[in-house]
């Protein structure tokens, strides 16, 4: 009577057990599926970092998805030559070298009738010809302000001998420095570590951002992406709004939302490297007066750093990283910190991850309280929790400040 009793009870636990155990897997996988929404303003680099995260965790583009792209940087190379050279029409600037007024009225009637019609070996070399001239970086330098140009403009005027020749095939580079207007929600699954990773792009420009709601849901992390080097540009939907100041604004909108009371925020101050070389030609004080830090690269990143903290009314955590979206390596390195990030938030509480890190100072009230070089900016604004530090997510060292020397 005793084993006819106990063989039920066994393969009752048994099978109890199985499902405690497809339970825990479950739970498991579920606990290492991200969803990442890619916030930010149009321009701000939320494709480029697709792209990076297609090249370094998907093997890259094959060969039909880089002749997909040829069209799209033909379009990029003409509209960019006709943007100044309609602008030296408007304002009235002469050209260093007379002829090039010739190849400027070429250019501006010039038109690519079709997506897939090839850009002309004449006019790609008329573009070559005339984006030399001597005049034109007193145009950027003077009237930056007042018209749209792309960011990755005169790397396709270096390149377009090349991209204007017969059987012409995009490289990755050229992908990463190509710009397409984002118009819908686009999904990117991919595998980092041990983590399988929805990261979600979705369009910045005003019109598309009411698209955002649909994506709200079950969020895991928002990475919002800010061009630190668009302080002097104006928008591309509104050519009196200034770029920086829009993203500053939607910046507010996002982190204060009663969506996001419990969700982490990554903030990209992308495209250093032409801020870089922006700030000592163009000074962050002409479209910001109450920056009195001159043409030190430092201060400026570190004002627009206080700009975006300032905003935080919510007090959320939030982890700025200086980024360089169309650098792989750079994109490499702030992979290998969101994916220890990431996977130390499911494995413990969010307050041992902080500890884990370097203590820093409290992010001061005015930008006149930044700290010195070699000293990091703290971006937490909740007194009870350390964050990492500027410096140690910037990957500084030696004191240098954010950018090295």
């Known amino acids: 009577m005793g084993n006819c009793t106990s063989q039920p009870n066994q393969d009752e636990k048994a099978c109890s057990d199985l499902i405690d155990k497809q339970l825990e897997d479950d739970g498991k996988r579920f606990k290492k599926e ?6 930010g303003s149009g321009e701000s680099g939320k494709s480029t970092i697709v792209k990076q995260m297609k090249i370094i965790h998907q093997g890259g583009f094959t060969t039909e998805e880089r002749d997909s792209y040829r069209g799209t940087i033909y379009k990029n190379v003409l509209d960019s030559a006709q943007a100044i050279a309609l602008m030296m029409r408007k304002i009235g600037i002469q050209y260093a070298n007379e002829s090039n007024q010739a190849l400027a009225d070429r250019i501006i009637d010039y038109r690519l009738e079709r997506p897939d019609e090839l850009l002309s070996p004449d006019i790609a070399n008329a573009i070559h010809l005339f984006c030399q001239d ?5 145009l950027l330098d003077e009237h930056s ?12 005027f270096t390149e377009v001998l090349r991209i204007g020749a017969p059987g012409y095939r995009p490289t990755e580079t050229d992908i990463l420095r190509a710009r397409a207007t984002t ?3 686009t999904e990117t699954r991919f595998t980092m570590g041990q983590l399988q990773i929805h990261m979600f792009d979705v369009g910045g420009q005003r019109s598309e951002r009411r698209k955002w709601i649909h994506c709200f849901e079950s969020v895991t992390s928002i990475i919002f992406c800010t061009a630190i080097s668009e302080y002097d540009q104006v928008l591309l939907e509104d050519k009196k709004q200034n770029r920086m100041a829009e993203s500053l604004v939607l910046f507010e909108s996002v982190i204060n939302s009663r969506w996001f009371l419990r969700t982490s925020i990554v903030l990209f101050l992308n495209k250093s490297d032409v801020f870089k070389k922006k700030i000592p030609k163009i000074p962050l004080e002409r479209y910001f007066p109450e920056f009195p830090g001159g043409k030190d690269i430092n201060k400026a990143a570190k004002y627009i750093l206080w700009r975006f903290m300032k905003a935080n009314r919510a007090r959320l955590s939030v982890y700025p990283h200086l980024t360089q979206a169309t650098d792989t390596a750079n994109t490499q390195g ?5 994916s220890r990030y990431l996977d130390f938030g499911f494995c413990r509480t969010l307050r041992e991850f902080l500890n884990s890190s370097m203590h820093t100072p ?3 009230t005015s930008p006149m309280g930044w700290p010195t070089e070699g000293h990091a900016a703290h971006v937490d604004n909740e007194p009870s929790r350390r964050a990492l530090s500027w410096k140690f997510l910037m990957g ?4 240098s400040g954010i950018f090295e020397a």
């Open 334 to 338: 702030y992979c290998n910190w969101l």
């Open 396 to 399: 500084g060292s030696n004191g």
């Open 362 to 364: 409290r992010m001061p």
């Open 145 to 156: 302000s007042e018209f749209y140009l792309m960011d990755s403009a005169f790397y396709f």
């Open 134 to 138: 001597g005049a034109i970086p007193q």
């Open 34 to 39: 991200c969803k990442i929404l890619l916030l």
């Open 183 to 185: 118009t819908a929600i």
